[in-house]
C-alpha cells in the first residue's frame, strides 16, 4: 500500500540526509514537499496540516539545527510522528465479553464488510480457537445473504440459516439467540452497506447495535477512500459508536492515506488490515512497523513473524541437517521455493526488508518476479528422483532438453537453475570448511533457512 | 431531458443521432437534476460553507488563495488540479469580490474541464449484439450498473442480455441473476471459479444466436495492480474479439466516487490494459464529493457516461459538466 509514499518519502530524505547543516528555510522546503506528498497519498487536510506543522516546530527547534546528523533527526522526527499519528500501540479485536460476544461490522456499499467478516471469523476459528457464528443482516443487495454463506462454507464456520423475508433486527435477535442456546463464542453481524447520511438505514443500524449492544463495533473502509473517509468514519462514529477499524485493499497501489488520517480524526484504531482476495489474507496492524515500512526501513519484525507461522519446523531442521552433511539435492532446494511462495512470495518478503524499496521496481523492471519461482519449481518437478538427487552429475544435454520440454521452459532456464544450485553448493563446502557448523545449528531456532532466498536472486 | 447512452454511430454523426428519452426520467419522481442536486448538494456542503466562509470576511489575497486551494484538495481534487484552479484564479485579477462570482468562476472553470468528457454512451444500433464490457476495482458498483443500465436500455426497447462473467466472488453469479429477473432479461452463467473468458465466449455466442441487441458482460472486481487479474481481463478481450473483431465495442469502468486519488492510478492502468472507452462513477448520493473526477478529466480527458445516485433501478444518471461543477462548487 505505501509503496508510492515510501518512494516519493525516499527522494525528499535522501537529498536532506546529505545536507551538512540545515536552516530553517531548509526544512520549509523539505515540509512542502512532505505537504504534497502526503496530500497525493489521500491523507486528510486537517491531518496534514497538523502533521506538518508539529514536525515543522520540532525541526527547526534546537534539537535538529545543532546536530551532527540533522538529516537523520529530521527522519526520526517525522517516524515519530508518524507512529502518534498512527497510534502508538497495536490493538486487536478485544473478546472479553459474556459469550456469545456480538461484533457488528459496519461500512459503506462495497468496502468489503461482507468478505472482511468471513476473514475474521477464519482468523477467530483458527488461531484464538472460538467456536463463531456468522449473520447477514443485509436484505438490501441481491444474494447478499447467500454471499456470507458460500464464504461460510468456504472458511468452515457456521452461518445463520437465511429466512426469507426476515428484516435486519429480527436477524440479529435470532442470531444472538442462536449463539446463546448452540453455545458459540463470538456472533459476526455483517450489515448492509449503507451511506453515512442515509437517514433510515442509520436508524436501521441503530436498532440493530440497540438489539444486540455489541462488543466490538468495527468500520470497514477502502484503502483507496480519498478525503472522504474521515467524513464517513466520523458520522459512523457519531451514531453507532465505533470500537475500530478495518483496512481493505490494502494490497492495492493506493498510498495508504486513509490509513493514516484514520485514527487521527476518530481516535479510533486500526485494528485490521485486507491484504487479499484469498480469505486468509487479513493482518494485524503495527503502527510501529508501517511508520517504518512507510520510510523505507522495512519491517523485519513482521518478516520473522510470517516466517515462524509458514514455515514447516520440521522440514526446516530436516533441510538444515542436509545442509550441514553437504547432501543438499534439489528436492530441498523445491521445498525452500515453496516456502518463499507461502510467505507471500518475492514481493511479500522484499516489501518488508529494509532500503529494498528502489531494488524492488529495479525488480519488476527486469521481470525477476514469483513467476521465476514458479518455473524453477516446474523444472525441478520435470526430473526423475534420481535426477533431483544428484543433478550435476548425471543431467547431460539430452536430459537438459526433455527437462526443458517437461516443464515447458528454455534448456537456457534448466541451465540457470543447475548453476543456481552448484553456486549453493560451493557456499556450503566453504561454510563448512570455515567450521560455519555451529552457527548455522544456531540460526535454526531463529532463522530457517527458507527465509533466504536460496543462492541469491540470480 | 437526455439519456445517459445514445444509440448513433459515435461523435463524427453527432446531428444524425437520436437521442433516446428514457421513459422512466419523465415520471415525476423529482427528476434527476433534483436527485443528483440533492446528491451532490449534502455532499458538498463543506465545500461551498468553506467558500462562504473564506470570501465572506476577506478580500482575494494569498491566504485566501491558499484556502481555496485547500478546500479543492478537501474535496478529491488532488494537489496537481487544485493548484492549476488556483493559478487560473489568481490570474483574473479579482479586486472585491462576492461570494457568488467567485463559486460561478469556479463552478465555470471546473465545467470547462469536465465539458470534454461530458459524453453518453452511445450505442451503435447496426451493430448486432453490442457488446458493452464492464471493469472496475472491486466493489465500485458493475454488478448494480448492469443491472440499472438493463432496466433503462429495455425500457428503450432493446433486447438485451447478460453475462456473468464474475465467475470469483460468492454468490456475484446470483445477485447478477436477480438483477436480470427484475428486467426480465436472460443472464448467461457458467460454474462458479470457472473460466470468465470461456463463458463471455459462449455468452456471445448465444447473443449472435438469438439475435439480441446489447450483450453486457459483467467481469469479477479486480485491483488494477494485480498482474494476472488484469492479463485475464486481456483474455476475456482477445477471447471476444475471435468471434467479432471489433468486440467488445464499449468497454466501461465503474469508479467509485469515494475513491481517491488512486482513481488516477486505476484509470491509467485499466486504460492501457483493456481500452476503457468510458466512465461510470457510482455512489455519488454519499457524502463523498467525487472531484477526483475533476481529476481525471484533466489528465485523460476519458468520456464520463453517467453517474450512480441510489441503489435503486433507476438510480443511474447522465453525467451533466455544468450541473456536477455547480453542485460541487455550490453554486446551485
Request: hydrophobic share 45%.
Amino acid at each position: 500500500m505505501f509503496d508510492a509514499l515510501t518512494g516519493r518519502f525516499g527522494d525528499i530524505f535522501d537529498r536532506l540526509k546529505k545536507r551538512g547543516a540545515l536552516s530553517e528555510e531548509d526544512v520549509g522546503a523539505v515540509m512542502r514537499e512532505v505537504r504534497v506528498a502526503l496530500l497525493e497519498a489521500d491523507v486528510a487536510l486537517p491531518v496534514v496540516k497538523d502533521f506538518v506543522t508539529r514536525v515543522r516546530e520540532r525541526a527547526v527547534g534546537a534539537e535538529v539545527l545543532r546536530s551532527i546528523t540533522p538529516g537523520q533527526q529530521v527522519v526520526k522526527i517525522v517516524h515519530d510522528e508518524l507512529v502518534a499519528m498512527l497510534g502508538a500501540e497495536s490493538e486487536t479485536i478485544d473478546l472479553a465479553a459474556v459469550a456469545p460476544v456480538p461484533v457488528l461490522m459496519v461500512g459503506l456499499q462495497g468496502s468489503g464488510k461482507t468478505t472482511t467478516t468471513a476473514k475474521i471469523a477464519l482468523r477467530l476459528k483458527d488461531k484464538e480457537r472460538k467456536r463463531v457464528l456468522m449473520a447477514s443482516l443485509d436484505v438490501r443487495r441481491p444474494a447478499a445473504q447467500e454471499q456470507l454463506r458460500v464464504l461460510g462454507e468456504q472458511a468452515g464456520v457456521p452461518t445463520l440459516p437465511i429466512v426469507a423475508g426476515q428484516q435486519p433486527v429480527e436477524i440479529a435477535r435470532r442470531a444472538m439467540e442462536t449463539g446463546r442456546l448452540e453455545g458459540y463464542d463470538v456472533v459476526l453481524l455483517d450489515t448492509a452497506g449503507r451511506l453515512s447520511i442515509d437517514e433510515a438505514l442509520m436508524d436501521e443500524v441503530v436498532a440493530v447495535r440497540d438489539a444486540t449492544k455489541p462488543h466490538e463495533t468495527l468500520l470497514v473502509v477502502d484503502a483507496m477512500t480519498g478525503q472522504d473517509a474521515v467524513e464517513t468514519a466520523k458520522r459512523f462514529d457519531e451514531r453507532v459508536t465505533l470500537t475500530g477499524i478495518v483496512m481493505t485493499r490494502v494490497d492495492g497501489d493506493a498510498r495508504g492515506g486513509a490509513a493514516l488520517s484514520m485514527r487521527a480524526v476518530t481516535g479510533k484504531p486500526i485494528k485490521l488490515l485486507g491484504v487479499g482476495e484469498r480469505i486468509d489474507a487479513l493482518e494485524s496492524f503495527h503502527p510501529e512497523r508501517v511508520a517504518g515500512r512507510i520510510l523505507g526501513m522495512g519491517d523485519v519484525v513482521s518478516l520473522v513473524e510470517k516466517a515462524a507461522e509458514t514455515i514447516d519446523r520440521d522440514e526446516a531442521e530436516k533441510t538444515l541437517a542436509k545442509l550441514e552433511k553437504g547432501n543438499f539435492d534439489l528436492d530441498d532446494f523445491a521445498g525452500q521455493l515453496r516456502q518463499m511462495r507461502r510467505m507471500g512470495g518475492l514481493g511479500g518478503i522484499m516489501n518488508m526488508l529494509p532500503g529494498v524499496a528502489k531494488m524492488k521496481a529495479q525488480m519488476a523492471n527486469a521481470n525477476v518476479d514469483d513467476g521465476m519461482l514458479k518455473k524453477q519449481e516446474a523444472i525441478i518437478s520435470s526430473m526423475t528422483k534420481r535426477e533431483r538427487k544428484d543433478p550435476l552429475k548425471i543431467l547431460n544435454a539430452s536430459r537438459r532438453r526433455r527437462i526443458a520440454t517437461g516443464s515447458g521452459t528454455e534448456v537456457a532456464d534448466v541451465n540457470r537453475l543447475l548453476k543456481q544450485f552448484q553456486q549453493m553448493q560451493d557456499a556450503m563446502k566453504q561454510m563448512k570448511k570455515l567450521g560455519k557448523k555451529g552457527f548455522l545449528r544456531q540460526m535454526a531456532g531463529k532463522m530457517p533457512p527458507g527465509m533466504l532466498p536460496p543462492g541469491g536472486l540470480r | 431531458m437526455k439519456s445517459w447512452f445514445r444509440f448513433g454511430r459515435g461523435k463524427d454523426e453527432k446531428d444524425e443521432v437520436a437521442v433516446v428519452e428514457a421513459p422512466a426520467a419523465e415520471e415525476p419522481r423529482g427528476g434527476f437534476l433534483s436527485k443528483l442536486r440533492q446528491g451532490l448538494a449534502r455532499s458538498t456542503d463543506k465545500l461551498s460553507d468553506g467558500l462562504a466562509d473564506i470570501f465572506v470576511r476577506r478580500q482575494l489575497d494569498e491566504a485566501t488563495l491558499d484556502e481555496l486551494e485547500e478546500l479543492l484538495i478537501a474535496a478529491d481534487l488532488g494537489p496537481a488540479t487544485a493548484s492549476k484552479l488556483r493559478q487560473q484564479f489568481d490570474q483574473r485579477r479579482f479586486g472585491e469580490v462576492t461570494l457568488t462570482q467567485v463559486k460561478e468562476t469556479l463552478a465555470e472553470d471546473v465545467a470547462a474541464i469536465l465539458r470534454t468528457v461530458e459524453k453518453p454512451l452511445a450505442i451503435d444500433p447496426s451493430v448486432k449484439p453490442y457488446v458493452v464490457l464492464v471493469v472496475g476495482v472491486n466493489g465500485t458498483g458493475k454488478t448494480t450498473t448492469i443491472g440499472k443500465l438493463t432496466a433503462e436500455l429495455t425500457r428503450a426497447g432493446k433486447r438485451v442480455m447478460l453475462a456473468a462473467g464474475d465467475t470469483f466472488r460468492a454468490a456475484a453469479v446470483e445477485q447478477l441473476r436477480i438483477w436480470g429477473q427484475r428486467s426480465n432479461v436472460p443472464v448467461v452463467t457458467g460454474p462458479e471459479g470457472g473460466d470468465a473468458a470461456a463463458l463471455a465466449f459462449q455468452a456471445l455466442e448465444q447473443a449472435k444466436r438469438d439475435g439480441v441487441d446489447v450483450l453486457l458482460i459483467d467481469t469479477a472486481g479486480r485491483l488494477h495492480n494485480k498482474a494476472n487479474l488484469m492479463a485475464e481481463l486481456q483474455k476475456i478481450v482477445r477471447v471476444l474479439k475471435k468471434l467479432d473483431a471489433n468486440a467488445p465495442h464499449a468497454t466501461v469502468l465503474t469508479l467509485d466516487a469515494t475513491t481517491g486519488q488512486n482513481a488516477l492510478a486505476q484509470v491509467e492502468t485499466f486504460r492501457a490494459m483493456t481500452d476503457v472507452t468510458g466512465l461510470v462513477v457510482t455512489k455519488l448520493d454519499g457524502t463523498a464529493k467525487g472531484g477526483v473526477l475533476v481529476a481525471l478529466a484533466d489528465k485523460f480527458g476519458l468520456p464520463v457516461h453517467g453517474i450512480g445516485v441510489g441503489e435503486g433501478i433507476d438510480d443511474l444518471q447522465p453525467f451533466d459538466a455544468r450541473e456536477f461543477a455547480r453542485s460541487l462548487t455550490g453554486a446551485i
